[in-house]
T-cell receptor
Framework: AQSVTQLDSHVSVSEGTPVLLRCNYS??????LFWYVQHPNKGLQLLLK??????LVKGINGFEAEFKKSETSFHLTKPSAHMSDAAEYFC???????????FGQGTRLTINP | DAGVIQSPRHEVTEMGQEVTLRCKPI?????LFWYRQTMMRGLELLIY????????DSGMPEDRFSAKMPNASFSTLKIQPSEPRDSAVYFC?????????????FGSGTRLTVV
């Protein structure tokens, strides 16, 4: 069955420095993968999605992620953090045949001034 | 496009009362999902509709939970009777078609507190 593991429950960076949120997936086939962001007391917003068209995916707000099959990873990056990036980030994989999204445990990103 | 609209945003109720959560999906989206988010269990799928028909309700925790989709533009999730352990944020999401790659749009959620 498909699953994702977010390697860090909490990441803290300074404003203007790079962001790296790590996600590893487990799947018997090449899956679709998503990153969602949840700001405090808000809903989930799609940041970007990988659907096998290109391994480097660009999303909203300057985020991007690279699908690496050899490493079974789909890490989320941003060159320069902004205060507004402070939120919870979820790596997500659809469970094949089940019409169900499987969410990682989430990574809380804190931005220090 | 107003996105997926959920109401109410917050609900506080006493144990034993009936609670009804509402969702209006994006117009034209054929699939609708109800998720629950708690600190302990993260995000869990409760039920999934396609073309207004419930397809998978295996995530509904118990008979106290029921969901309906009487038409393409409206769905409800009802808890009767409610219990404190039902306290959570309930999200509704819709998707254009049956493919996972179509992308899911989530509502802002309903924060339910049962006291």
């Amino acid at each position: 069955a498909q699953s994702v593991t977010q390697l860090d429950s909490h990441v803290s960076v300074s404003e203007g420095t790079p962001v790296l949120l790590r996600c590893n997936y487990s799947s018997s086939y090449s899956p679709s993968l998503f990153w969602y962001v949840q700001h405090p007391n808000k809903g989930l917003q799609l940041l970007l999605k990988y659907t096998s068209a290109a391994t480097l995916v660009k999303g909203i707000n300057g985020f991007e992620a690279e699908f690496k099959k050899s490493e079974t990873s789909f890490h989320l990056t941003k060159p320069s953090a902004h205060m507004s990036d402070a939120a919870e980030y979820f790596c997500v994989v659809p469970r094949q045949g089940a019409q169900k999204l499987v969410f990682g445990q989430g990574t809380r990103l804190t931005i220090n001034p | 496009d107003a996105g997926v609209i959920q109401s109410p945003r917050h609900e506080v109720t006493e144990m034993g009362q009936e609670v009804t959560l509402r969702c209006k999906p994006i117009s034209g989206h054929n699939s609708l999902f109800w998720y629950r988010q708690t600190m302990m269990r993260g995000l869990e799928l409760l039920i999934y509709f396609n073309n207004n028909v419930p397809i998978d309700d295996s995530g509904m925790p118990e008979d106290r939970f029921s969901a309906k989709m009487p038409n393409a533009s409206f769905s409800t999730l009802k808890i009767q009777p409610s219990e404190p352990r039902d306290s959570a944020v309930y999200f509704c999401a819709s998707r254009p078609g049956r493919r996972d790659t179509d992308g899911y749009t989530f509502g802002s959620g309903t924060r339910l507190t049962v006291v």
